[in-house]
């Protein structure tokens, strides 16, 4: 199993520019997730699926669109980049949403720079 | 709402035993967890306490204390691999890891 991946690993962009980051995962998972990092500030929800066709708006959702349309793969948007979406982000997934122990799961991350 | 508190940044030398605190503050609370994150990569999950007292783990133990709202990762034996960021976070009363609050990050560095 690969678990979950991203595509790409690394991206630069200009502000305005528009790109979508995809996540995969093969675990047959319910639910997932997209995090931004940022220094100083901890990981923060984007937006977050509880299943096949469904999303949800999570902490900081501002300029960025999803869609999971497979099971399998969860699609991060940015229409119109801004610099202030210079930020390491990364996807999860985990098969129910309780948090009962070590069920959510990482991607490895994608490093985005908007100039 | 939920605040969570660690400090930044942490200096331990090999071989010997570091804790790092985390509190917090929190509205309702179900669990804490601890995630390991090197430079570069994604978080790792180290542990889920939900109960009063100590888990261990190898040579990674965690503790909890639901009263005082606060949290230690303790790591003993330590190794130069052991240098990454320590991720407090904490999970409420009510919905899933879409609720979890991660702190900022405790970034360890362990020298010779």
């Known amino acids: 199993n690969a678990g979950v991946t991203q595509t790409p690993k690394f991206r630069v962009l200009k502000t305005g520019q528009s790109m979508t980051l995809l996540c995969a995962q093969d675990?047959?998972?319910?639910?997932m997730y997209w995090y931004r990092q940022d220094p100083g500030m901890g990981l923060r929800l984007i937006h977050y699926?509880?299943?096949?066709?469904?999303?949800a708006k999570g902490e900081v959702p501002d300029g960025y669109n999803v869609s999971r349309l497979k099971k399998q793969n969860f699609l991060l948007g940015l229409e119109s980049a801004a610099p202030s979406q210079t930020s390491v982000y990364f996807c999860?997934?985990?098969?129910?949403?309780?948090?009962?122990?070590?069920?959510?799961?990482f991607g490895p991350g994608t490093r985005l720079t908007v100039l | 709402g939920q605040n969570i508190d660690q400090p930044t940044e942490m200096t331990a030398t090999e071989g010997a035993i570091v804790q790092i605190n985390c509190t917090y503050q929190?509205?309702?609370?179900?669990?804490l967890f601890w995630y390991q994150q090197h430079a570069g990569e994604a978080p790792t999950f180290l542990s889920y306490?939900?109960?009063?007292g100590l888990e261990e783990k190898g040579r990674f133990s965690s503790f909890l204390s639901r009263s005082k709202g606060y949290s230690y990762l303790l790591l003993k034996e330590l190794q130069m691999k052991d240098s990454a960021s320590y991720l407090c976070?904490?999970?409420?009363?009510?919905?899933?890891?879409?609720?979890?609050?991660f702190g900022t990050g405790t970034k360890l560095q362990v020298i010779p």
């Open positions: 699926s509880v299943g096949e066709g469904t999303t």
């Open positions: 999860a997934s985990s098969p129910l949403g309780g948090t009962t122990s070590d069920t959510q799961y």
């Open positions: 976070a904490v999970s409420p009363k009510s919905g899933g890891y879409q609720k979890v609050t």
């Open positions: 929190t509205s309702g609370f179900n669990g």
């Open positions: 675990m047959n998972h319910e639910y």
């Open positions: 306490n939900v109960l009063d």
